[in-house]
C-alpha cells in the first residue's frame, strides 16, 4: 500500500507542479500570453520582490496549515498549488539567480522546478497522513481544523488589509471598501482586498483611464452578481427588517430552480 501512494503521489505531484508553476509564470506574460493561474497567486509572488527567503518562510506559513488539513480530513488545501509549490519553486530557483525574467518569469524553469518541488510536497502530505492512526486524526480535526479556519478567515484578511494600507493611499482606501464588501457578501475579505489593491495601484500609476474605468466596472459587475446569486441583496433587506419584494424572490426562486 505505501509503495502505491509513494508512486502515485510522485505522478500526480509532478503533474500539478508542472501545471502550477508554468502557469504561474505565463501570468506575468498577460495579455500577450494566455496565462493560467489565480489572481492570488500573482499577487502574492509579487509581494515576496524576488527574495528567495521571502518566498520559501510565505510557502512554510501555509504548508503546516496543508499538512494538518491533509493528516486530519485526509484531504489537500488549495494553498497547496496556489501558495506553497510556487512560492517554493521560485525560491529553489533564485537562490542562484533573482534576476526574475529568467526564475519567476520564465515557464519552462517554473515547471521543471515546481514538478519537483510538487513531487516532494505531495509525497510528503500523502505518506505522512496515510501513516497517522484513525484515533490522531479524530483528535487532528477537533483541533487542527479550526486553527487553520482561524489562518484563514481572520489572520490572511488582516494581512492583506494592512498590505493594502501600506501599498499607499489609493490602495487602502479601495481595498477597505471591496475588501469590506467581500466580507458581507462572500465571508472573506481577501478577494476584495485583492481587487482593491489592483485597481489602487493602476490608478495611481495610470489614472483614470479606459483601462482602470473598465476593471472598475468588472469589479462593481462582480460583486452586484455574486450579492445577488448568493441572496445578499435578500438578506439585506430582511436585516432592516424590510419586506421582500414578490417580484425578486419570484427572480431568485426561478433562478436556483425552485
Known amino acids: 500500500m505505501f509503495l502505491i501512494i509513494l508512486f502515485k503521489s510522485l505522478i500526480i505531484g509532478a503533474l500539478v507542479g508542472v501545471g502550477v508553476g508554468a502557469g504561474a509564470a505565463r501570468m506575468f506574460h498577460a495579455p500577450t500570453v494566455q496565462g493560467m493561474g489565480a489572481f492570488r497567486t500573482l499577487g502574492e509572488l509579487n509581494s515576496c520582490e524576488g527574495d528567495p ?6 510557502g512554510l506559513g501555509f504548508f503546516f496549515n496543508a499538512w494538518a488539513s491533509s493528516v486530519a480530513a ?6 497547496v498549488d496556489h501558495r506553497i509549490i510556487p512560492n517554493w519553486g521560485a525560491a529553489a530557483l533564485m537562490l542562484k539567480n533573482r534576476n526574475l525574467a529568467e526564475t519567476l518569469h520564465n515557464p519552462r524553469k517554473m515547471a521543471i522546478a515546481c514538478g519537483i518541488i510538487g513531487m516532494i510536497v505531495v509525497t510528503f502530505l500523502n505518506t505522512t497522513a496515510s501513516a497517522v492512526p484513525a484515533a490522531l486524526q479524530v483528535t487532528a480535526v477537533k483541533v487542527l481544523v479550526p486553527a487553520a479556519n482561524i489562518l484563514v478567515n481572520t489572520v490572511m484578511p488582516v494581512i492583506f488589509w494592512l498590505a493594502a494600507i501600506e501599498a499607499g493611499r489609493r490602495s487602502g482606501f479601495w481595498g477597505t471598501i471591496f475588501g469590506g464588501l467581500a466580507q458581507l ?3 472573506n475579505a481577501v478577494p476584495g482586498l485583492v481587487l482593491g489593491i489592483l485597481i489602487g495601484k493602476g490608478v495611481e500609476e495610470s489614472g483614470w483611464n479606459n483601462v482602470t474605468k473598465i476593471m472598475m466596472t468588472v469589479i462593481i459587475l462582480l460583486f452586484v ?8 441583496d435578500i438578506k439585506l433587506l430582511q436585516s432592516f427588517t424590510l419586506g421582500v ?4 424572490d419570484s427572480i431568485h426562486n426561478a433562478l436556483s430552480g425552485k
Open 53 to 58: 527567503a521571502s518566498h520559501f518562510s510565505f
Open 74 to 79: 485526509g484531504a489537500f488545501t488549495q494553498d
Open 185 to 187: 457578501i462572500m465571508g
Open 225 to 232: 452578481l455574486s450579492g445577488f446569486f448568493r441572496g445578499f
Open 245 to 248: 419584494p414578490v417580484w425578486l
